[in-house]
């Protein structure tokens, strides 16, 4: 069992900067695959990035390369998101989410079998 806390989202003007970040409690942290996907108002929940167990391996939604950095500390049981360069379109709830498979990144959230409860981001023009 993996429980996933979400802090660090908030308010921030276009072209700002955010550093999301996701503690996970469970022994198992080390050996999941992290993504961070988001939900904006009447819209599906989409893919935003992942990262493999060991770190070694990434992924990006093409809206968010160049911007978006994720990260993991295994050590501190966290997964980290930073995002740059933010544009009113990134304005959504942000999941962290865990997921068991440990063959390549799962894209897709119903791959991942465990969610925090979101943080907000609002990005202003």
């Known amino acids: 069992q993996v429980q996933l806390v979400e802090s660090g989202g908030g308010l921030v003007q276009a072209g700002g900067s955010l550093r999301l970040s996701c503690a996970a409690s469970?022994?198992?942290?080390?050996?999941?695959?992290m993504g961070w996907f988001r939900q904006a108002p009447g819209k599906e929940r989409e893919f935003v990035a992942a990262?493999?167990?060991?770190?070694?391996?990434?992924s990006y939604a093409d809206s968010v390369k160049g911007r978006f950095t994720i990260s993991r500390d295994n050590a501190k049981n966290t997964v980290y998101l930073q995002m740059i360069s933010l544009k009113p379109e990134d304005t959504a709830v942000y999941y962290c989410?865990?997921?068991?498979?440990?063959?390549?990144?799962?894209?897709?959230?119903?791959?991942?079998?465990?969610w925090g409860q979101g943080t907000q981001v609002t990005v202003s023009s």
């Open positions: 990262i493999n167990w060991s770190g070694g391996s990434t």
């Open positions: 989410a865990a997921s068991r498979r440990r063959i390549g990144i799962p894209l897709s959230s119903t791959e991942y079998d465990y």
């Open positions: 469970g022994r198992t942290f080390g050996s999941t695959t």
